[in-house]
């Protein structure tokens, strides 16, 4: 690869830094997968256009939603029957509608068309190279993309429709499944699945780009290819997507409890144990009673108190009410060892 | 064809000129300017704000205005024209325009900061008045210490919202909660510090009242402050702004600013209710 003088004309460099393939022959490898980053660029365009003309028609619904909040708007029951009975759209549907058309909107045009449409175009033209330094990749970042495209609107089509988080889906909003609301489940899921994609591609896009700039190069462009910001940007967005995709598939989330949310703001509360009083049964030799602490994880942490009560702490895994309600059950079933029990105020 | 472009970055350059000058200097006139502001950090903000807005507006129309001078200059070109490079070369046209940007960016951050950091870098003062403010979907509350100044511990195990315990106290227990006021909308004495405590119980909400200029969202699992002082009497309200939900559109509480006497009454009310 030459080098060239600095400030020199990008003209001459395009003149120079010439690297010919064969103009493609079958229309598939024209306008399909097609390896120019000129038709790329089209493409992206093209896309971003779809989208925006999806995004466009949602806001229309939304407006005409909080302008006549009760009126039907034909054929809306067609996309959702759930979201949209009778052609009425509701509060739910309303907000699943707001994170598909932010959605589209910041990553399917705002991102596609400045950045991998304008740049696919115009970077190679600018820096006077023939083409992207990898054609190949600059074709499946596009088609990866269109991938993540058509998951997103296939939210649109599973039952509950797609996700209510909005398009910065914040958890734990996004990340505790149906329970947040409808489209949280699978909707949310798809969400996700389809932003993690998008990262892929437009990192593997980005890449392209600054491969492009420092191979194929001017010296003042290499300069500025270290700061391209949108391969830092979409790296961390992706290593963002697996957690809250592994959160809301897995539900290995650790704020879920039996009352929709566990709260996580406590400092306090310890779940890790159980206090109860305990008055051990007056026939129990120390060997049961022995037994039985060892078989619950149990340990006597005071006592004997007055009517030799003792206060007893249980290991505990699981949500502390339903642990309680198993332990005093277990216990009600060995009342040869255990007598009575009633629960212990928490010690802080 | 090019002087049509030329013309067009021109009107686009006008267009934007209309929204800067009102907001800036004819607002209060049109309504275009922020609500009225009633806390003591509040005119940093809305000064920072016009000034921002007066060097950015500026700047974008003198580029604008230049880039159009350019479009005009060049557009049309006959085929004999030579073409010239930058004088001096690219490197020194990138250079400069990199050092313009960042004084630019750099000056109004550091003139922002005197701004943002006097609200959230400054610690509350030691006598100010303790608030926790809880939201959740989709309500806020607002809980005082009470008589005996200190607030009760929170067992989330015992919200329980048919019986109005919506910060799950347990006064059964814990002395310090007996007294605990608990209210659905933040009443506050006038021209006194408040040091606002905020948690969420579930997913994220934001705490905005646009007259104090103040918005501060709540994250689930950090404990949240923010700080200050109501200067008029009046009642505002608080809103949510961060997408919280089903519900979110309708979550919202009230700010009652109050006299001094007003305050102490209200207290007393409350207390009595327990």
Redesign the interface.
């Known amino acids: 690869m030459p080098t060239f003088p600095?400030?020199e004309?990008m003209?001459e460099v395009s003149a120079r830094a010439v690297e010919h393939h064969a103009p493609p022959q079958s229309f598939v490898r024209k306008h399909v997968f097609s390896l120019d980053h000129k038709v790329i660029g089209k493409q992206y365009y093209a896309l971003a256009l779809v989208a925006v003309l999806i995004g466009m028609a949602l806001s229309w619904l939304m407006r005409i939603h909080l302008v006549w909040p009760n009126a039907p708007i034909p054929g809306l029951q067609l996309l959702s029957k759930t979201g949209a009975p009778g052609g009425v759209m509701t509060?739910?549907y309303y907000?699943s509608l707001?994170t598909m058309h932010g959605t589209l909107m910041v990553f399917f045009v705002l991102t596609n068309a400045p950045f991998a449409a304008f740049g696919n175009y115009f970077l190679p033209i600018q820096i006077g190279a023939e083409d992207m330094a990898f054609p190949r990749f600059n074709m499946m970042s596009f088609w990866i993309t269109f991938l993540a495209f058509s998951i997103l609107v296939a939210a649109f089509f599973v039952p509950d429709g797609p996700p209510?988080?909005?398009w910065?889906s914040?958890a734990?909003?996004s990340a505790v499944g149906s329970d947040?609301?409808p489209g949280e489940g699978l909707g949310q899921t798809l969400w996700g699945l389809s932003i993690f994609v998008f990262c892929i591609a437009s990192l593997l896009g980005s890449l392209n780009f600054i491969a492009t700039t420092l191979d194929l190069r001017?010296?003042?462009a290499e300069f500025?290819s270290a700061f391209a910001p949108r391969t830092l940007a979409f790296a961390g967005a992706a290593a963002a997507l697996v957690i809250l995709l592994q959160a809301g598939v897995i539900g290995s989330m650790m704020?879920k409890g039996d009352a929709?949310?566990?709260?996580?703001?406590?400092p306090?509360?310890k779940v890790d144990s159980i206090d109860l009083y305990v008055n051990f049964a007056q026939q129990a030799t120390s060997d049961e009673v022995t037994k039985f602490l060892r078989s619950h994880q149990a340990s006597i942490v005071e006592g004997p108190k007055g009517a030799g009560t003792y206060r007893v702490r249980f290991a505990v895994t699981g949500l502390?009410?339903e642990e309680l309600a198993r332990l005093v059950k277990d216990m009600q079933q060995n009342r040869n060892i255990v007598s009575s029990e009633f629960e212990a105020?928490?010690t802080? | 064809m090019g002087k049509v472009f030329a013309v067009i970055l021109v009107v686009i350059a006008l267009a934007s000129a209309v929204p800067i000058i009102t907001h800036t200097w004819y607002g209060s006139r049109i309504s275009l300017s922020p609500p009225e502001d009633i806390s003591t950090h509040g005119h940093a903000i809305d000064e920072q704000l016009s000034e921002t807005m007066i060097e950015a507006g500026l700047l974008f129309l003198a580029a604008q205005s230049l880039l159009a001078f350019f479009v005009w200059t060049f557009a049309d070109p006959k085929d004999d024209t030579e073409i010239k490079t930058f004088p001096g070369g690219a490197r020194a046209m990138v250079i400069t325009a990199l050092v313009l940007v960042g004084t630019e960016i750099l000056a109004l951050g550091v003139f922002g900061q005197k701004a943002w950091a006097n609200v959230y870098f400054r610690p509350a003062a030691p006598d100010a008045l303790e608030i926790q403010a809880q939201a959740g979907q989709f309500a806020f509350y607002f809980r005082y210490p009470g008589v005996d100044g200190k607030f009760g511990q929170l067992h989330p195990d015992k919200i329980d919202e048919g019986n109005s315990n919506f910060f799950g106290l347990d006064p059964a227990n814990d002395v310090e909660s007996r007294d605990d006021i608990v209210a659905g909308e933040l009443a506050i004495p006038v021209q006194r510090e408040i040091h606002l405590l905020m948690h969420a119980k579930d997913v994220g909400h934001s705490f905005y009242v646009r007259e104090l200029r103040i918005q501060q969202d709540f994250v689930p699992g950090l404990d949240l402050s923010v700080h200050f002082t109501a200067t008029k009497v009046g009642k505002y309200e608080i809103v949510c702004t961060q997408l919280c939900g089903l519900g979110h559109y309708n979550m919202k509480a009230y700010l009652n600013v109050m006299s001094q006497d007003d305050f102490e009454g209200w207290m007393k009310q409350k207390v009595s209710e327990q």
């Open positions: 600095r400030g004309l003209s509060p739910e907000l707001l209510i988080s909005g910065t914040y734990p909003l947040a609301g001017t010296k003042v500025f704020l929709g949310y566990g709260v996580a703001s406590a306090n509360v502390p009410k105020p928490a802080k």
